[in-house]
């Protein structure tokens, strides 16, 4: 059985940094993308990007780009999310997200989604 | 990038009733590559729906997709008391891959 769950609740202030996880298990890690998925309170859902854990290639949709970085270790079967320097607009909840089986480029659907990591921005 | 437009933004029905969900693309999707989700509140998005119209693992048969092109739609046979939550449209044909803004299945 596929499982994702990602790290706990976050309460950080403008400027600090802060990185998120998210932990698979119950497949093989390096063969599928990975993507993360920010929710806005209130709004819609917005894909930040991606990672490919076999060979870490990486790619941002073009409005995070630069704001976050993506990561993977894959002897531990997880994928992060970091902020360097947080803002009040990053407050959301974020979801990790597995894509599909047949998904070859990174810009696929999400089969198996994490329980989301509410990060709040606030000082 | 790719806008997806979601109607109506609200839909009132009661249990038992037909929900028919649309999703316009600003341009035609590749590959019919557009895929829905079910979100309820306080939880994640369920992936009911990938391919335009190919159900995901577990997804009950009342719910089907179709369409082709700019225009697909999302119809939930008969609703069931479960089915009331927010549905999202995902295009992952073109990239950056977009999601609509969502609709609204609520209890009449």
């Known amino acids: 059985e596929v499982q994702v769950v990602q790290s706990g609740a976050e309460v950080r202030k403008p400027g600090e940094s802060l990185k998120i996880s998210c932990k698979t298990s119950g497949y093989r890690f390096t063969i599928y993308w990975i993507g993360w998925v920010r929710q806005m309170p209130g709004k819609g859902l917005e894909s930040m990007g991606v990672i490919y854990p076999g060979d870490s290639d990486t790619r941002y949709s073009p409005s995070f780009q630069g704001q976050v970085t993506i990561s993977a270790d894959k002897s531990i079967n997880t994928a992060y999310l970091q902020w360097s320097s947080l803002e009040a607009s990053d407050t959301a909840m974020y979801y990790c997200?597995?894509?599909?089986?047949?998904?070859?480029?990174?810009?696929?659907?999400?089969?198996?989604w994490g329980q989301g990591t509410p990060v709040t921005v606030s000082s | 990038e790719i806008v997806l437009t979601q109607s109506p933004g609200t839909l009132s029905l009661s249990p038992g009733e037909r929900a028919s969900l649309s999703c316009r693309a600003s341009?035609?999707?590749?590959?019919?590559?557009l895929a829905w989700y079910q979100q309820k509140p306080g939880q994640a998005p369920r992936l009911l729906i990938y391919g335009a119209s190919y159900r995901a693992t577990g997804i009950p048969d009342r719910f089907s997709g179709s369409g082709s092109g700019t225009d697909f739609t999302l119809t939930i046979s008969r609703l069931d008391a479960e089915d009331f939550a927010v549905y999202y449209c995902q295009q992952y044909g073109n990239s950056p891959g977009t999601f609509g803004q969502g609709t609204k299945v609520a209890i009449k």
């Open positions: 341009q035609s999707v590749s590959n019919n590559y």
């Open positions: 997200a597995i894509q599909g089986r047949i998904c070859s480029n990174g810009n696929c659907y999400y089969d198996f």
